[in-house]
């Protein structure tokens, strides 16, 4: 490196003032299946992360996205890790550098000491292979230490800034343990805050933004349906929707026309709240038929001591009954607990529909859910909700289901 470059590195500042809530960090390797487990480890920590895999990436990354940590991946094959480092001093980085690299090797040591000369806050090297302790240790300066600011987010200041996405949770067959669907759960992604829980920005039942807030879950369920379709994971979708939207003029029309006509479609489940699917039974039985015609089905979520209100209907309009996890988590242990998941089970199961256990986060409470008789399961013992490519990535080499 040049000496201009030294003094760019004398001359920039020590101090971390740029630290946010949630922390973000940038992974710089040649090789996209490193980067993308690196990014899964971190984002895991908490960190929001992006990718880059040569220099010019880099200073793109740096400008864009301000990060505080980056993860500088080392191998003998991959690119010079000079140019990495070239790349930081110019552009002024002040946040942390971790070299990821093999043990004993020598140009991970070199990396560091060319690093600590010119300026660089090195953190001591990360050796593979490596756990996911080991790497909380090395970045915990960096780990939040603050929820996320109130008042919450203006919902419509995230639809329009393009904050929103979709995190996916899978459904797994409770006897064979196998995946057979997922549960599409709204997150923002703030670009100071980071992934902000859904009691920041979730509007109200009578928020003007609600119906934006739907079309946008229902639009982008389909593209991520296809997009999962595309990464050979295909996989049926449940959304949340409030059956105030579906009272809304066209609403219905509007959905059926929405679906996907490729053969691969296994159909859409919606999942409305419990008080509002008991509050408004009759009305989701006049249009759960022609929902069904274009293979969209209803169900309830978060069903719980309520359950008595379904008795002795002549039918109901919806495929499954999801248990509250309240009454899920461990039901193993709470004779009350069991009870309501019991009584639910055979609530399902004498309508001729599916009955889900949501809230299984342990072996405990899959072995309860099974011996309760449940169809379907879901919970962190499976998994927590993830991002889009992440979740396609699990399914890509994970189709048995069988720890968190």
């Not at 119906?211 to 997009?227: G, N, P, T």
């Amino acid at each position: 490196m040049n000496d201009e470059i030294f003094e760019l590195a004398g001359r920039r500042s020590r101090t971390f003032g740029r630290r946010k809530v949630t922390p973000r960090a940038c992974i710089a390797d040649s090789k996209r299946h490193l980067r993308a487990f690196l990014a899964e480890v971190l984002e895991d920590l908490g960190f929001v992360t992006s990718e880059c895999a040569n220099a010019d990436e880099l200073q793109a990354v740096l400008t864009s996205e301000l990060p505080d940590l980056i993860l500088l991946g080392i191998a003998a094959d991959g690119i010079e890790p000079g140019q990495f480092l070239e790349t930081l001093v110019r552009e002024a980085f002040d946040g942390k550098v971790l070299a990821v690299g093999a043990r004993e090797s020598i140009i991970v040591k070199a990396v560091q000491q060319v690093g600590e000369e010119y300026g660089l806050a090195m953190l001591p090297p990360l050796t593979t292979p490596f756990a996911a302790e080991t790497l909380r240790e090395r970045v915990t300066m960096l780990l939040p230490e603050e929820p996320a600011p109130s008042p919450a987010v203006y919902v419509g200041e995230a639809l329009h800034a393009g904050w929103l996405e979709l995190w996916y949770q899978p459904k797994i067959d409770a006897r064979t343990l196998v995946r057979c669907g997922a549960e599409a759960l709204v997150r923002m992604r703030h670009p100071t805050w980071g992934v902000v829980p859904p009691a920041y920005f979730i509007p109200e039942e009578h928020d003007p933004h609600l119906r934006d807030l739907s079309e946008f879950v229902i639009e982008r369920a389909v593209q991520d349906w296809h997009y999962l379709l595309e990464q050979h994971s295909q996989v049926d979708l449940s959304i949340n929707l409030p059956a105030s939207y579906l009272k809304e003029p066209q609403a219905v029309r509007d959905l059926c026309r929405r679906m996907p006509t490729h053969p691969a479609f296994g159909g859409l489940t919606i999942e409305i709240a419990s008080e509002e699917a008991l509050r408004d039974l009759a009305f989701l039985t006049e249009i759960a038929r022609e929902m069904r015609l274009h293979n969209i089905g209803l169900s309830i979520d978060n069903l719980g001591a309520n359950w008595p209100e379904l008795m002795d209907l002549e039918k109901i309009p919806f495929i499954k009954l999801k248990a509250d996890r309240h009454f899920v988590t461990g039901s193993g242990n709470d004779r009350l607990k069991r009870t309501v998941c019991r009584h639910i089970v055979e609530l399902s199961h004498g309508y001729g529909v599916r009955a889900v256990a949501e809230g299984v986060e342990s072996r405990a409470d899959l072995v309860a859910a099974n011996e309760l008789g449940f169809d379907l399961v879901q919970g962190f013992l499976f998994g927590k909700p993830m991002p889009l490519k992440k979740f396609a990535r699990n399914t890509l080499t994970r189709t048995v289901m069988g720890g968190g």
